[in-house]
């Protein structure tokens, strides 16, 4: 099986949030500074986000980058309704409700 690494910019990341998507996503994190290094526990390949850009590895990096930006979205959505007051519960996958605590 061919194994690839590949580049992805995402110039408006934080690594500190980054890194709590990746632990609440399942994957074993290491954060460093700026730099966040990231794998599976099931997998011998490691990761990393530094300097704006995402550094992945393995043939299937295409589905690898889809689910590290829906994890670091779900992360922005939690973090932005704990800092506005607003409980935010998961419905669906990949579904949020707000509502505002009274």
Known sequence: MAC???TVTVPKMHPELLAD???AAGFSVKLDGGTVVFSRS???L???YHNKTLYLKGADY???ANEVKRAYSAQIIQ???EETGWKVIQSQPQQYVAKKRR
Do not use: D
């Open 4 to 6: 690839y690494t590949i």
């Open 21 to 23: 998507a990746l632990k």
């Open 42 to 44: 099931t997998e011998f």
């Open 46 to 48: 490691y990761h990393s």
């Open 62 to 64: 295409a589905a690898l």
């Open 79 to 81: 973090t932005a309704g």
